[in-house]
């Protein structure tokens, strides 16, 4: 789910691009996320060009550094938000030199990314991702099984090999929160077979939580591991990152909803005509208003080919029950929480500078 | 491929018993394993245990701790033959106390096994193991993807966090057997696709090194890491690992093809029912044999349920072409270069004991 929303965000961010350039916030990030994707991507290139040969064909296919037939391709590979966080988190905590240090850690986590796209979109049966057909597609499941499995090797090999002292906790930091992503990915599949009466908001939010916050907690956390920090740096990061994760998650499912069709290249209300359990929709479903009633009805009919007219009925019971004005107020609080464990570790703004313009860009389209 | 016949020689093991209560090297190997396990699951309880919940389920079943309905079980958990592998080369090379220091190591790369275990059956869709339903059979495909990318992340986190001086080699080598583990699953997926004339001698042989051989050299490495042992003694029981494992595949190839039923517990000939490119199948096609030409018409012909008469011409075919002979020449051969290697490491043959029982346990249906 969070992957799928990532792209959408991403292409709204995209699209608003000469707004974007009006936006000093969203100016540094561009910056931070362009000087992260340039210092990642040679350590991303050799660690993959290191895997055995068929293997490493569909994980460049899937990177979009080729296409299908092993031609050279420029493909979207997405925009290394969580590298960066590594990075940003090293800068804010380390002295010189910390960033240069971290990028065998940035390169690893997004290598685990990677490996838990091309497995989520096996499970959830997605065909397409950074506008290409995804690698189970086109390479089969088991083609797409194996690549996820070796990414996941390779970015523990990248630790392990890693002779920086903070590589063996960094490691087993980024091995834990494989586990929390997991778990996150079975509550969410599990999820889509139940009835949406059954499913209770913090369900939802701990799903929320362990499929989108662990990682971006994960990166800030390895960052702050990297540059030396105290375990309360160290924790602050990781809450963070986290927070504003959770932030991202319910913005985007707003966005999955009330979003700008233009804007999203969706169609309006894509989230609601696959009856997804997303927050804004659980928060109305739960809320005793007379409108969740209806809401309910409308959720359990079958899946049918999206009717505009339904569709609207939704989204308008979901607003009149509350969920629209709770995942907002919930996303300003998560944003809140995490600038205050953000403050509380790197108290210099200057110095939280590349973190805080990272939690703007993730989560822009709030406003 | 290579794990669907670790059972068949286990249930050949077993059902062999009483013979093997005659052989000292066979009472001596049931004494190692035993030890193994005996010392590595409670490691690999805790290590479970501290999986998030529903994961954990999927995982307990799949080691036979528990039925599918969460209660208790004493099912098979597989003979530990890895972990006894990592202990005896601790034991072989370290002092007092190397076994126990390298439990945690063990425990890793059962994990790992089970995790690729896990994988396999998914992709290979099969619906049995150690006697029991998959686990993908029992809690879909999502689940024990989920279930296998867990226990990888567990196996790394638990050598991560060993303080033990070896853990971080010890981990960069692990994953790198993922890596070629993955390249031989691939390999083997992909070779099911294609013509038996298309596929060489050497190819069958690499994919076997990858998929069989690699987890057990890496047992062996671990151990020898654990013990503190020079970079050369850590490559020579690297490479006795690898050579037995192919010993042990070619000789499982062999049993697959002309095995007794009643020990297998197969039907006669269940691999070459099901056109499988085992090692002796592929050394007989590509023999130059007049008999490899009627071996390639009657794997060419459609896969229809067993016909005892065209699987006994089929035996006859590879074995008049040479297969069955080269293959245990090539076991033999392959166990003589075993027994070179670990005598390079580990010349005192008291030492080298439970090494060699467990050679000897897992190609003993050689004789």
New interface residues.
Partial sequence: MAEFVTERQEQHATEAAPERAESPDGAEAAAVLERARASVDPELHAAVDS?????RRIVRYHFGWEYADGSPADGDAGKAVRPALVLAAADALGGPGAHTRAVRAAAAVELVHN?TLL?DD??DRDTSRRHRPTAWTVF????A??????L???A??L???DPHPA???A??RL??C???L??G???D??MEDRAPGEVTLDEVLVMAEAKTGALLGSACALGALYAGAAADEVASLDAFGRQAGLAFQLIDDVIGIWGDPQRTGKPAGADLAARKKSLPVVAALTSGHPAAEELAGLYAGPRVPADADEIARTALAVERAGGRDWAQAEAADRMARAMQELARAVPDPESAGGLLALAEFVTRRSR
């Fill in positions: 895997l055995p040969g068929p293997i490996f497995h096996v499970m089969g499941d088991a083609g099984i194996l690549a996820g499995d070796a996941q090797a390779l523990l090999r630790l392990a090999e590589s063996a906790p490691a087993a091995a834990q494989v586990l929390e997991c778990a990915q079975h509550a599949t599990a």
